[in-house]
Protein backbone atom coordinates (compact mmCIF):
# COMPACT_ATOMS: atom_id res chain seq x y z
CA UNK A 1 0.00 0.00 0.00
CA UNK A 2 1.27 3.55 -0.98
CA UNK A 3 1.56 6.71 1.77
CA UNK A 4 -0.30 9.47 0.80
CA UNK A 5 2.90 11.45 0.09
CA UNK A 6 4.57 8.63 -1.63
CA UNK A 7 4.96 11.16 -5.49
CA UNK A 8 2.90 9.02 -8.09
CA UNK A 9 5.05 6.59 -10.53
CA UNK A 10 4.33 8.62 -13.38
CA UNK A 11 5.95 11.67 -11.36
CA UNK A 12 9.39 9.94 -10.37
CA UNK A 13 9.72 7.62 -13.52
CA UNK A 14 9.39 9.97 -15.98
CA UNK A 15 12.24 12.43 -15.30
CA UNK A 16 14.17 9.30 -14.28
CA UNK A 17 13.59 7.54 -17.30
CA UNK A 18 14.81 10.92 -19.29
CA UNK A 19 17.50 10.60 -17.55
CA UNK A 20 18.96 7.66 -18.16
CA UNK A 21 18.04 7.21 -22.07
CA UNK A 22 19.82 10.66 -22.50
CA UNK A 23 22.53 8.95 -20.24
CA UNK A 24 23.61 6.62 -22.34
CA UNK A 25 24.16 8.30 -25.69
CA UNK A 26 27.89 8.79 -25.27
CA UNK A 27 28.85 5.34 -24.06
CA UNK A 28 26.14 3.54 -26.91
CA UNK A 29 27.74 6.10 -29.71
CA UNK A 30 31.02 5.51 -28.21
CA UNK A 31 30.44 1.23 -28.86
CA UNK A 32 29.39 2.06 -32.52
CA UNK A 33 31.65 4.19 -33.64
CA UNK A 34 35.60 3.82 -31.71
CA UNK A 35 36.24 0.71 -33.70
CA UNK A 36 35.94 2.43 -36.65
CA UNK A 37 37.16 6.08 -35.52
CA UNK A 38 40.51 5.54 -33.63
CA UNK A 39 43.00 7.68 -35.59
CA UNK A 40 40.13 10.69 -34.47
CA UNK A 41 39.97 9.63 -30.99
CA UNK A 42 43.81 9.29 -30.88
CA UNK A 43 43.87 5.41 -29.59
CA UNK A 44 45.39 1.98 -31.31
CA UNK A 45 43.41 -0.48 -32.30
CA UNK A 46 44.99 -2.99 -29.93
CA UNK A 47 43.35 -0.38 -26.97
CA UNK A 48 39.90 -0.48 -28.17
CA UNK A 49 39.03 -3.80 -26.48
CA UNK A 50 40.05 -2.45 -23.04
CA UNK A 51 38.60 0.88 -22.98
CA UNK A 52 35.01 -0.23 -23.99
CA UNK A 53 34.77 -3.16 -21.12
CA UNK A 54 36.70 -0.48 -18.58
CA UNK A 55 33.72 0.80 -17.53
CA UNK A 56 31.65 -2.69 -16.76
CA UNK A 57 34.87 -4.30 -15.16
CA UNK A 58 34.97 -1.03 -12.66
CA UNK A 59 31.44 -1.34 -12.21
CA UNK A 60 32.05 -4.64 -10.29
CA UNK A 61 33.61 -2.99 -7.62
CA UNK A 62 31.45 -0.10 -7.73
CA UNK A 63 27.78 -1.26 -7.68
CA UNK A 64 27.77 -2.67 -4.35
CA UNK A 65 28.86 0.71 -2.58
CA UNK A 66 26.62 2.62 -4.51
CA UNK A 67 23.75 0.56 -3.43
CA UNK A 68 25.10 1.13 -0.16
CA UNK A 69 24.62 5.04 -0.85
CA UNK A 70 21.12 5.04 -2.04
CA UNK A 71 20.20 2.94 1.36
CA UNK A 72 21.47 5.41 3.24
CA UNK A 73 21.25 8.80 1.66
CA UNK A 74 18.55 10.53 -0.90
CA UNK A 75 17.99 9.26 -3.66
CA UNK A 76 17.25 12.42 -5.56
CA UNK A 77 20.45 14.27 -5.21
CA UNK A 78 22.44 11.03 -5.41
CA UNK A 79 21.06 9.98 -8.82
CA UNK A 80 21.29 13.55 -10.54
CA UNK A 81 25.48 13.88 -9.93
CA UNK A 82 25.62 10.77 -11.69
CA UNK A 83 24.21 12.17 -14.52
CA UNK A 84 26.59 15.23 -14.22
CA UNK A 85 29.31 12.69 -14.06
CA UNK A 86 28.22 10.67 -16.92
CA UNK A 87 27.86 13.76 -19.15
CA UNK A 88 31.17 14.68 -17.53
CA UNK A 89 32.70 11.33 -19.01
CA UNK A 90 31.26 12.27 -22.24
CA UNK A 91 32.77 15.75 -22.51
CA UNK A 92 35.83 14.06 -22.06
CA UNK A 93 35.58 11.87 -25.45
CA UNK A 94 34.61 15.20 -27.29
CA UNK A 95 37.31 17.37 -25.83
CA UNK A 96 40.22 14.97 -25.52
CA UNK A 97 42.70 12.74 -27.48
CA UNK A 98 44.86 9.64 -26.25
CA UNK A 99 44.57 6.65 -24.54
CA UNK A 100 44.88 8.21 -20.71
CA UNK A 101 41.81 10.62 -21.03
CA UNK A 102 39.60 8.62 -22.82
CA UNK A 103 40.33 5.48 -20.43
CA UNK A 104 39.92 8.15 -17.30
CA UNK A 105 36.48 9.22 -19.22
CA UNK A 106 35.25 5.45 -19.31
CA UNK A 107 36.07 4.86 -15.69
CA UNK A 108 33.67 7.89 -14.86
CA UNK A 109 31.51 6.34 -17.18
CA UNK A 110 31.37 3.39 -14.95
CA UNK A 111 30.97 5.33 -11.71
CA UNK A 112 28.20 7.19 -13.00
CA UNK A 113 26.34 4.12 -14.57
CA UNK A 114 26.56 2.51 -11.21
CA UNK A 115 24.81 5.25 -9.78
CA UNK A 116 22.08 5.62 -12.45
CA UNK A 117 21.30 2.37 -12.89
CA UNK A 118 21.46 0.87 -9.30
CA UNK A 119 19.74 4.53 -8.30
CA UNK A 120 16.90 4.64 -11.14
CA UNK A 121 15.40 1.24 -10.23
CA UNK A 122 15.58 2.05 -6.46
CA UNK A 123 13.67 5.01 -7.65
CA UNK A 124 11.07 2.61 -9.31
CA UNK A 125 10.75 0.41 -6.75
CA UNK A 126 10.17 3.34 -4.08
CA UNK A 127 7.11 4.54 -6.07
CA UNK A 128 5.79 1.24 -6.94
CA UNK A 129 3.80 -1.86 -4.96
CA UNK A 130 3.43 -5.43 -5.74
CA UNK A 131 0.45 -4.70 -8.01
CA UNK A 132 2.33 -2.18 -10.19
CA UNK A 133 5.98 -3.13 -9.71
CA UNK A 134 6.03 -5.11 -12.70
CA UNK A 135 4.60 -2.80 -15.26
CA UNK A 136 6.40 0.14 -13.89
CA UNK A 137 9.94 -1.73 -14.01
CA UNK A 138 9.04 -3.21 -17.28
CA UNK A 139 8.79 0.64 -18.72
CA UNK A 140 11.98 1.79 -17.07
CA UNK A 141 14.03 -0.76 -19.19
CA UNK A 142 12.08 0.49 -22.55
CA UNK A 143 14.41 3.89 -21.54
CA UNK A 144 17.66 1.76 -21.09
CA UNK A 145 16.88 -0.30 -24.23
CA UNK A 146 15.52 3.01 -26.09
CA UNK A 147 19.09 4.96 -25.13
CA UNK A 148 21.06 2.56 -25.84
CA UNK A 149 19.72 1.68 -29.34
CA UNK A 150 19.42 5.18 -30.71
CA UNK A 151 22.07 6.13 -28.63
CA UNK A 152 24.09 3.89 -31.07
CA UNK A 153 22.03 4.84 -34.28
CA UNK A 154 22.33 8.59 -33.53
CA UNK A 155 25.96 8.27 -32.60
CA UNK A 156 26.88 6.78 -36.28
CA UNK A 157 24.95 9.46 -37.85
CA UNK A 158 26.19 12.61 -36.30
CA UNK A 159 29.98 10.91 -36.46
CA UNK A 160 29.62 10.75 -40.33
CA UNK A 161 27.98 14.01 -40.39
CA UNK A 162 29.69 16.25 -37.67
CA UNK A 163 33.25 14.03 -36.76
CA UNK A 164 34.06 12.03 -34.34
CA UNK A 165 34.52 14.64 -31.85
CA UNK A 166 31.80 16.98 -32.42
CA UNK A 167 29.18 13.65 -32.56
CA UNK A 168 31.04 13.46 -28.57
CA UNK A 169 29.86 16.77 -27.63
CA UNK A 170 26.35 16.41 -28.96
CA UNK A 171 25.97 13.16 -26.56
CA UNK A 172 27.26 15.12 -23.91
CA UNK A 173 24.92 17.93 -24.57
CA UNK A 174 22.07 15.36 -24.08
CA UNK A 175 22.99 13.50 -21.00
CA UNK A 176 23.63 17.15 -19.19
CA UNK A 177 20.03 17.75 -20.41
CA UNK A 178 18.88 14.62 -18.80
CA UNK A 179 20.48 15.70 -16.05
CA UNK A 180 18.52 19.03 -15.84
CA UNK A 181 15.47 17.17 -16.56
CA UNK A 182 15.89 15.04 -13.55
CA UNK A 183 17.50 17.55 -11.70
CA UNK A 184 14.46 20.01 -11.95
CA UNK A 185 11.82 17.27 -11.76
CA UNK A 186 12.98 14.26 -10.34
CA UNK A 187 10.83 14.27 -6.37
CA UNK A 188 12.60 12.42 -3.62
CA UNK A 189 11.01 8.88 -3.33
CA UNK A 190 13.40 7.89 -0.17
CA UNK A 191 10.85 6.81 2.32
CA UNK A 192 8.33 6.60 0.04
CA UNK A 193 7.35 2.95 1.10
CA UNK A 194 7.30 2.18 4.51
CA UNK A 195 6.63 -1.29 4.94
CA UNK A 196 8.97 -4.08 5.62
CA UNK A 197 7.63 -6.24 3.49
CA UNK A 198 4.71 -6.97 0.91
CA UNK A 199 5.10 -10.07 1.52
CA UNK A 200 4.08 -12.83 4.77
CA UNK A 201 4.46 -16.15 4.98
CA UNK A 202 1.98 -18.82 6.52
CA UNK A 203 1.99 -18.68 10.39
CA UNK A 204 4.07 -21.11 11.47
CA UNK A 205 7.16 -20.51 10.17
CA UNK A 206 9.72 -18.26 12.24
CA UNK A 207 11.48 -15.77 11.81
CA UNK A 208 14.60 -18.35 10.92
CA UNK A 209 12.34 -19.68 7.87
CA UNK A 210 11.33 -15.98 6.93
CA UNK A 211 14.91 -14.58 6.42
CA UNK A 212 16.21 -18.15 5.02
CA UNK A 213 13.29 -18.06 2.45
CA UNK A 214 14.36 -14.28 0.96
CA UNK A 215 17.45 -15.70 0.74
CA UNK A 216 16.16 -18.30 -1.56
CA UNK A 217 14.34 -15.91 -3.26
CA UNK A 218 17.15 -13.25 -3.57
CA UNK A 219 19.50 -15.52 -4.87
CA UNK A 220 17.33 -17.14 -7.86
CA UNK A 221 16.87 -14.04 -8.32
CA UNK A 222 20.59 -13.06 -8.78
CA UNK A 223 20.44 -16.42 -11.12
CA UNK A 224 17.46 -15.55 -13.09
CA UNK A 225 19.49 -12.17 -13.86
CA UNK A 226 22.97 -13.13 -14.29
CA UNK A 227 21.73 -16.31 -16.49
CA UNK A 228 20.06 -13.34 -18.85
CA UNK A 229 22.72 -11.31 -18.86
CA UNK A 230 25.32 -14.15 -20.05
CA UNK A 231 23.25 -15.71 -22.55
CA UNK A 232 22.15 -12.80 -24.45
CA UNK A 233 23.81 -9.73 -23.61
CA UNK A 234 27.31 -11.81 -23.30
CA UNK A 235 27.27 -14.54 -25.55
CA UNK A 236 24.62 -14.05 -28.23
CA UNK A 237 25.30 -10.49 -28.85
CA UNK A 238 29.17 -10.78 -29.25
CA UNK A 239 28.89 -14.00 -31.78
CA UNK A 240 25.88 -13.60 -33.80
CA UNK A 241 27.75 -12.00 -36.75
CA UNK A 242 30.40 -15.26 -36.68
CA UNK A 243 27.44 -17.42 -36.83
CA UNK A 244 25.92 -16.08 -39.40
CA UNK A 245 29.27 -15.24 -41.21
CA UNK A 246 29.72 -19.16 -40.88
CA UNK A 247 25.86 -20.19 -42.30
CA UNK A 248 25.82 -17.38 -45.12
CA UNK A 249 29.01 -16.04 -45.86
CA UNK A 250 30.40 -12.64 -46.34
CA UNK A 251 26.79 -11.94 -48.43
CA UNK A 252 23.67 -13.13 -47.96
CA UNK A 253 20.70 -12.36 -50.59
CA UNK A 254 17.56 -11.84 -49.30
CA UNK A 255 14.30 -10.52 -50.47
CA UNK A 256 16.51 -10.25 -54.34
CA UNK A 257 19.05 -7.89 -52.55
CA UNK A 258 22.74 -8.52 -51.86
CA UNK A 259 23.40 -7.68 -47.43
CA UNK A 260 26.55 -7.84 -46.07
CA UNK A 261 26.75 -9.75 -42.87
CA UNK A 262 27.39 -6.96 -40.55
CA UNK A 263 24.42 -5.45 -41.54
CA UNK A 264 22.18 -8.25 -41.37
CA UNK A 265 24.09 -8.92 -37.71
CA UNK A 266 22.97 -4.62 -36.99
CA UNK A 267 19.62 -5.88 -38.60
CA UNK A 268 19.05 -8.96 -36.50
CA UNK A 269 20.79 -7.40 -33.27
CA UNK A 270 18.63 -4.05 -33.36
CA UNK A 271 15.22 -6.09 -34.01
CA UNK A 272 16.24 -8.36 -30.64
CA UNK A 273 16.28 -4.73 -28.88
CA UNK A 274 13.00 -3.59 -30.58
CA UNK A 275 11.50 -6.72 -29.07
CA UNK A 276 12.72 -6.79 -25.87
CA UNK A 277 11.87 -3.52 -25.51
CA UNK A 278 8.21 -4.21 -26.32
CA UNK A 279 8.10 -7.20 -24.26
CA UNK A 280 9.83 -5.69 -20.87
CA UNK A 281 6.59 -3.61 -19.86
CA UNK A 282 4.35 -5.91 -21.27
CA UNK A 283 5.62 -9.47 -19.06
CA UNK A 284 6.01 -6.95 -16.21
CA UNK A 285 2.00 -6.54 -16.34
CA UNK A 286 1.38 -9.86 -16.74
CA UNK A 287 3.29 -10.48 -13.30
CA UNK A 288 1.41 -7.68 -11.26
CA UNK A 289 -2.33 -9.30 -12.72
CA UNK A 290 -1.22 -13.13 -11.92
CA UNK A 291 0.40 -12.64 -8.91
CA UNK A 292 2.95 -14.84 -9.13
CA UNK A 293 5.94 -13.36 -10.47
CA UNK A 294 8.02 -16.58 -10.52
CA UNK A 295 5.33 -18.50 -13.08
CA UNK A 296 5.57 -15.38 -15.84
CA UNK A 297 9.52 -15.59 -15.29
CA UNK A 298 9.12 -19.41 -16.03
CA UNK A 299 7.08 -18.87 -18.91
CA UNK A 300 9.75 -15.58 -20.17
CA UNK A 301 12.56 -18.02 -20.25
CA UNK A 302 10.82 -20.66 -22.38
CA UNK A 303 11.43 -18.69 -26.11
CA UNK A 304 14.87 -18.24 -24.72
CA UNK A 305 15.22 -21.93 -24.43
CA UNK A 306 13.53 -22.61 -28.00
CA UNK A 307 15.35 -19.31 -29.65
CA UNK A 308 18.82 -20.78 -28.41
CA UNK A 309 17.72 -24.22 -29.69
CA UNK A 310 16.62 -23.14 -33.10
CA UNK A 311 20.00 -21.10 -33.35
CA UNK A 312 22.02 -24.57 -32.63
CA UNK A 313 20.51 -25.83 -35.64
CA UNK A 314 22.41 -23.91 -37.40
CA UNK A 315 19.63 -22.79 -40.49
CA UNK A 316 19.11 -18.92 -41.83
CA UNK A 317 15.43 -19.93 -41.70
CA UNK A 318 15.37 -21.24 -38.09
CA UNK A 319 17.67 -18.18 -37.06
CA UNK A 320 14.53 -15.17 -38.45
CA UNK A 321 12.82 -17.08 -35.71
CA UNK A 322 15.22 -17.52 -33.17
CA UNK A 323 16.00 -14.15 -32.37
CA UNK A 324 12.73 -12.51 -31.83
CA UNK A 325 12.41 -15.91 -29.33
CA UNK A 326 15.77 -14.58 -27.33
CA UNK A 327 14.76 -10.90 -27.41
CA UNK A 328 11.13 -12.14 -25.18
CA UNK A 329 13.16 -14.00 -22.81
CA UNK A 330 15.58 -10.89 -22.35
CA UNK A 331 13.16 -8.47 -21.94
CA UNK A 332 11.10 -10.17 -19.94
CA UNK A 333 13.45 -11.48 -17.52
CA UNK A 334 15.35 -8.37 -17.02
CA UNK A 335 12.71 -6.09 -15.81
CA UNK A 336 11.54 -9.19 -13.33
CA UNK A 337 14.26 -9.90 -11.95
CA UNK A 338 14.36 -6.46 -10.51
CA UNK A 339 10.74 -6.67 -9.56
CA UNK A 340 11.68 -9.48 -7.99
CA UNK A 341 14.14 -7.41 -5.39
CA UNK A 342 11.56 -4.91 -4.98
CA UNK A 343 8.82 -7.66 -3.69
CA UNK A 344 11.06 -8.88 -0.75
CA UNK A 345 10.73 -5.34 0.79
CA UNK A 346 13.34 -5.22 3.34
CA UNK A 347 14.32 -1.59 2.85
CA UNK A 348 16.97 -0.47 5.02
CA UNK A 349 19.15 -3.04 2.20
CA UNK A 350 16.97 -3.38 -1.16
CA UNK A 351 19.54 -0.87 -2.94
CA UNK A 352 22.68 -3.03 -2.41
CA UNK A 353 20.77 -6.10 -2.97
CA UNK A 354 19.84 -4.33 -6.50
CA UNK A 355 23.95 -3.80 -6.39
CA UNK A 356 24.53 -7.41 -6.30
CA UNK A 357 22.31 -8.13 -9.26
CA UNK A 358 23.47 -5.85 -11.46
CA UNK A 359 26.98 -6.44 -10.09
CA UNK A 360 26.44 -10.45 -11.26
CA UNK A 361 24.65 -9.23 -14.58
CA UNK A 362 27.81 -6.87 -15.15
CA UNK A 363 30.22 -9.86 -14.75
CA UNK A 364 28.04 -12.74 -16.72
CA UNK A 365 28.21 -10.17 -19.83
CA UNK A 366 31.79 -9.17 -19.14
CA UNK A 367 32.68 -12.91 -19.13
CA UNK A 368 30.60 -13.88 -21.49
CA UNK A 369 32.40 -13.24 -24.89
CA UNK A 370 35.69 -14.37 -24.01
CA UNK A 371 33.63 -17.91 -22.51
CA UNK A 372 32.36 -18.15 -25.73
CA UNK A 373 35.15 -17.39 -27.87
CA UNK A 374 36.97 -20.08 -25.95
CA UNK A 375 34.39 -22.65 -26.44
CA UNK A 376 34.10 -21.98 -30.19
CA UNK A 377 37.15 -24.02 -31.38
CA UNK A 378 36.14 -27.07 -29.08
CA UNK A 379 32.23 -27.16 -29.73
CA UNK A 380 31.94 -24.66 -32.88
CA UNK A 381 29.06 -21.71 -32.65
CA UNK A 382 26.15 -23.49 -32.78
CA UNK A 383 26.70 -25.99 -30.06
CA UNK A 384 27.55 -22.89 -28.10
CA UNK A 385 23.62 -21.75 -28.25
CA UNK A 386 22.96 -25.27 -27.29
CA UNK A 387 24.81 -24.60 -23.87
CA UNK A 388 23.04 -21.39 -23.94
CA UNK A 389 19.96 -23.08 -23.95
CA UNK A 390 21.12 -25.49 -21.61
CA UNK A 391 21.64 -22.30 -19.34
CA UNK A 392 17.77 -20.93 -19.99
CA UNK A 393 16.39 -24.82 -19.42
CA UNK A 394 18.23 -24.71 -15.96
CA UNK A 395 17.24 -21.59 -14.71
CA UNK A 396 13.61 -22.58 -16.16
CA UNK A 397 13.61 -25.44 -13.49
CA UNK A 398 14.67 -23.18 -10.73
CA UNK A 399 12.10 -20.91 -11.63
CA UNK A 400 9.76 -23.05 -12.26
CA UNK A 401 10.33 -24.84 -8.14
CA UNK A 402 10.16 -20.97 -6.96
CA UNK A 403 6.53 -20.40 -8.72
CA UNK A 404 5.24 -23.41 -6.66
CA UNK A 405 6.80 -22.19 -3.26
CA UNK A 406 5.91 -18.44 -3.58
CA UNK A 407 5.12 -16.79 -0.50
CA UNK A 408 1.58 -15.40 -0.10
CA UNK A 409 0.99 -11.44 -0.65
CA UNK A 410 -0.03 -9.62 2.28
CA UNK A 411 -3.49 -8.56 2.67
Known sequence: ????RTPSPLRAILPVGIGTCLSLMG????????????????????????LLSANRFVRLALN??????YDRWPRRWLFVAALFVGACSTAIYGFTRGFAPLLVGRLLWGLAWSGIWVGGNTIVLDVTDDTTRGRWVGIYQVAFFLGSSGGSLLGGFL??????????IVGAGLTLAGAIVALLFLPETRGARHQESEFTVHPDRSPDTLSRAHRIEFSSAVALYGANRLALAGILQSTFGL????????????????LGVATLTGLGLGLSTLISMTSAPIVG??????????????????????????LALGSPLTALFAVPLTAIAGGSNQGLATALIGDLGNLGRQSRQLGVL???????SAIGPPLAYALIPWLGVKNVYLVSAAVFAAVFLLTLRRATHQPRPAE
Not at 1 to 4: A, E, N, Y
Not at 27 to 50: E, F, K, N, R, W
Not at 244 to 258: I, N
Open 1 to 4: MRDC
Open 27 to 50: DASLYAVLPTHTMQAGVAVASVGI
Open 64 to 69: GPAGAA
Open 159 to 168: TDRLGYHNAM
Open 243 to 258: FLLDQMGEQAQVAGRS
Open 285 to 310: HLSDRTGNRWKVAAGGLIPGVAGFSL
Open 358 to 364: FTVGDLA
